[in-house]
Every structure is written in structure tokens, then in C-alpha cells.
């Protein structure tokens, strides 16, 4: 049955959690840009719009979030500064989460509904995706407005009168457009699409009907033409790239056997931080508990979650690669998890403390209500320790005006770097030189180098061979300092060598 109509949550209310989710994100959003935001605009955003959203030759170009950061950089750039321009898109696709969970779960269970919200501002994975120019809070925005979406129409009652099929179009609009801004954003929301059509063909075999599969008919078709319409000038692209990415020799790229693996079950729980996690778990599993009484609740947790189950067989079957924050779009069902974890374990304190009790049973009937009431605060703990114990993701700026502080007049500067020169925004006009792919002509540039070549900034340290650092070395340069940064599992250093013997 269609739940109740109940007043929609005030502008108030949502506005004060999206305010929260601000203020948590602004330390972040002042962070250095990182290599692949660097990469993505330098490849596709600086050349405009159009370019991002019809060109496609490597995956750092996440095709919406990429132009729509290139229109927000041309228009408020000489305002807010392009480092923030260039984010500004992802962070309001973040903050848009908060009404998209709050406002449809709001008829269902007004207090998940507000606790799911609150989660969705505070939780670290979505503050992190939030704050950096990727196509990621989109994935998550389209994934759980879709799913509540299709959740909704799945459950609405069997005999729809004739007068509201044109609100059943628009409702397979709205799922089509969701669907496709979360694919168009990042290609793995089509993870999501695909555990919808696993989901109902589940419930249209347990029903022994056709029912579920009549009502997402239309809103698959519908979002299988507009992900195509959007993609279609970038999947030349993609079979390209995916073509050379597959033939390389160190292809494929990380398990989902792994270490990126580990983060994703990790992710479930808000954080990646395995410290954290430990802290959230608890209150999780209740959580799960509580989703799996409440059909309402239980189908989009379902339709949320479907995907990110079938991903390590495709992508093992496929011999494709992930990296966890692929399957980020289940962030939407740990906040309806969690907030429905808080309200179980608020309501059973409640229970207990009515309940009479004798002086045999008040110790261990006080504790349970401590605990139940613990495990909330806990959660809040473990996500505010993961994001203030976490450095910066990569400490490019940094190690820039580190290196450009100890130079003298004249001086170069020589970048170890992978596939992009991502450092040119710090040092332009000292004439920087780069041996790109880690080092891998860096033997050629040092017996070329000038004398005036004396500082060395090298990204991604732990993956360079020691035998790149050992003819740093023996060219005379020691290591000045390492800059920690925590993306890609803290291989997101960067390191500031410096030649002892420098002239002056």
C-alpha cells in the first residue's frame, strides 16, 4: 500500500543539515587539487564543455561532472578562484543528496528520513567525494534517486486507475533522468541499472506475476535511451581506450580481490578508515536488522546494493579492474541503514527505561539502554577521528612552494610524475622538468640535465623503483622532505629532493 501523505519536511530542517554538510566539507575543499583533477582538466575541462562531453581517450574524464566544472570554472573562476570553481559542481551534487533522501523517505519513516539526511552530510566517503572535481556524488545522486524512485513505483498499488498513468510517465521520467545522470557522471552507475533489472526480476519470480517487470519497463527503456543519447559521443572513446587498456602489459589494473577490495566492504560502513570502521560496525548490523523488518525501507536498500554485489564477478569475468570508490553509489543505503539502526536503538532505550524494573535487573537493564544509545555516538566518533586523522590526499601545492622556497634565482626544478604534468599550475615559469611514467627516461634526463636542475618533487614515491631513486642519488640529490597524502591507500605522497651540492 502507498504510504500515507504526511506534510513534506520543511526548507528549515533541510537546509540547517545541508549548512552541517558545508561546514564539515569547507576543510577539504581547501585541500590541494590532486593528480586526476589536475589531469581531468588539463585533458578535458580546459578546452570547454563541449570538448569533455564528446571526447574520451582515458578514465579521468568523468563526462558530466567534467563540464559541468568547465562552465562553472569560466563563469566564476575570477570569483571564488578556479581550485573552487572546479569543485564547486560536485560539492552541490553532495549537498543535493540531503533532500533526495530526506523528502521521499519522509512519508515512509519521518525519523530515518531526517537521521538518513544527517548521515548523507556527515558521512566521510560522501564529505571526501564531495569536496574533489569527480564525477562521484553524481554517481551517488543518481543511484539513490533512482532506486527510491523505482522503490516507490514497485510498491504502489496494484490497480493503478487510468487517470494517473500520466503520473506513472512521469515517474519513469524521473528514474530515466536520475539513472542517466548518475551514468553520465561515472560510467559504474550502470551497476546500479543492472542490479534494478536484477531486483525485479527476483520479485516478479517470488510474486509469480509480471507486475514488478510491467512497471519498470518503462523506466528501463527510458534510461537505457537516455544513457545512451548522453554517452553516445564518448563510447567511441571508451571502446578505444578500453581496447589499449586491456592490451598493456601491466593490464589489468586494481583486484576487486584486493586491497581496493577490502576498501570498498570498508566503504560500507561511511568510512575507509579501517579504525573507523570498527567504530560504525556495530551500529550498522543493527541497522541491517532494523532495514530487513520494514519492506519500505528494505526494497531501495536492496535496489541500492544489488549492483555493487554483482560487480566482482563481472568485473573478474570481464578482466576489468575497479577501484572502490566505483561502487561509492551504495553510500545511499548505509545512510537509510544506519538511520534506521539509530531509531531501532533509540526506541529500544526508550522501551527499557518504561519497563519496571527491580534492583536484581536495573544494572544490566541500564546498560543495554547505554549501549543501545552508544552506538549512534560511536558512529559519529569513528567519522569525525577518520576525517581529522586524515592528511590531505595529495600534497601537490605544497611540495611545490616547499621546492620553490629553497630555490635560488635561476634554479629548475626536475617532476617525477606519472602521465601528466599536473604540477605546471605551481610552477610555471621556472621551466620545470619532467620524466614522466615514473621516472622511465630519468636516467637520459639526468646525464642531460642542466647544473641548474637542483630540486626534485617526486609524486607517488612508494610506486617509483628504488633504482630511479638510487640515481637521484648518485646525481647527488637527498631527500628533503615527504609530504604524506591519503589517496590510493596513502600512496598519494609526494617527496621534495634536494641536491646538497648545488651551486650558489
Not at 578556479?82 to 559542481?89: D, H, Y
Not at 559504474?188 to 509469480?208: E, F, I, M, N, S
Not at 622538468?433 to 642531460?448: F, K, P
Amino acid at each position: 500500500m502507498r504510504p500515507p501523505r504526511t506534510p513534506t519536511i520543511g526548507l528549515t530542517i533541510i537546509a540547517s543539515l545541508a549548512a552541517l554538510a558545508l561546514i564539515v566539507r569547507i576543510p577539504a575543499l581547501g585541500q590541494s587539487l590532486w593528480y586526476d583533477e589536475i589531469a581531468a582538466w588539463r585533458d578535458y575541462a580546459a578546452h570547454g564543455a563541449p570538448h569533455a562531453l564528446t571526447t574520451w581517450h582515458d578514465p579521468a574524464n568523468h563526462v558530466l561532472q567534467t563540464a559541468l566544472s568547465a562552465w562553472s570554472v569560466a563563469a566564476l573562476a575570477d570569483v571564488i578562484g578556479e581550485p573552487l570553481a572546479l569543485r564547486l559542481p560536485s560539492l552541490i551534487a553532495s549537498l543535493l543528496l540531503i533532500p533526495i533522501l530526506v523528502i521521499p523517505l519522509r512519508p515512509i519513516a519521518p525519523r530515518v528520513a531526517l537521521l538518513a539526511g544527517s548521515a548523507a552530510a556527515l558521512m566521510p566517503v560522501l564529505v571526501l567525494a564531495g569536496t574533489e572535481a569527480r564525477g562521484y556524488p553524481f554517481m551517488v545522486l543518481g543511484a539513490t534517486t533512482s532506486s527510491l524512485i523505482l522503490a516507490r513505483r514497485l510498491d504502489a498499488p496494484d490497480d493503478i486507475p487510468g487517470s494517473r498513468r500520466s503520473a506513472g510517465f512521469r515517474t519513469a521520467l524521473a528514474y530515466a533522468g536520475a539513472i542517466t545522470i548518475g551514468t553520465w557522471g561515472h560510467l559504474c552507475t550502470a551497476l546500479v541499472a543492472l542490479g534494478h533489472a536484477v531486483v525485479v526480476g527476483v520479485l516478479a519470480l517470488h510474486a509469480r506475476r509480471a507486475t514488478p517487470v510491467r512497471r519498470a519497463a518503462l523506466p528501463f527503456a527510458l534510461g537505457a535511451l537516455g544513457c545512451a543519447l548522453v554517452l553516445a559521443p564518448v563510447i567511441p572513446g571508451i571502446l578505444r581506450a578500453r581496447a589499449m587498456l586491456s592490451s598493456a602489459p601491466d593490464a589489468p589494473g586494481p583486484s576487486p580481490f584486493g586491497e581496493e577490495g577490502l576498501a570498498a566492504l570498508l566503504q560500507v560502513t561511511g568510512t575507509t578508515d579501517p579504525l573507523a570502521a570498527l567504530f560504525v560496525l556495530p551500529l550498522l548490523v543493527a541497522g541491517i536488522v532494523a532495514v530487513a523488518r520494514q519492506r519500505p525501507l528494505r526494497l531501495p536498500v536492496m535496489l541500492l546494493v544489488t549492483g555493487a554485489l554483482l560487480a566482482p564477478p563481472l568485473l573478474a569475468l570481464s578482466g576489468s579492474w575497479m577501484y572502490a570508490r566505483f561502487l561509492l553509489f551504495t553510500a545511499g543505503a548505509t545512510a537509510i541503514v544506519l538511520a534506521a539502526g539509530t531509531v531501532a536503538c533509540v526506541a529500544r532505550a526508550a522501551r527499557r527505561t518504561g519497563q519496571p524494573s527491580g534492583a536484581a535487573t536495573t544494572g544490566p537493564r541500564t546498560a543495554a539502554r547505554a549501549l543501545s544509545l552508544a552506538l549512534p555516538l560511536l558512529t559519529l566518533i569513528g567519522w569525525q577521528m577518520d576525517l581529522l586523522r586524515r592528511p590531505p590526499r595529495q600534497p601537490l601545492r605544497e611540495a611545490a612552494a616547499l621546492a620553490r622556497g629553497h630555490l635560488e634565482p635561476g634554479e629548475r626544478v626536475l617532476v617525477i610524475d606519472l602521465h601528466h604534468r599536473v604540477l605546471d599550475p605551481w610552477l610555471l615559469g621556472l621551466d620545470p622538468v619532467y620524466s614522466l611514467r615514473l621516472g622511465e627516461d630519468l636516467e637520459r634526463v639526468l646525464r642531460d640535465a642542466p647544473p641548474e636542475l637542483t630540486t626534485a618533487i617526486v609524486l607517488y614515491p612508494d610506486l617509483v623503483p628504488a633504482s630511479r631513486f638510487d640515481l637521484l642519488a648518485s646525481h647527488g640529490f637527498r631527500r628533503h622532505a615527504r609530504l604524506p597524502g591519503w589517496i590510493d591507500h596513502g600512496r598519494g605522497a609526494v617527496e621534495v629532493w634536494r641536491k646538497h651540492d648545488r651551486p650558489h
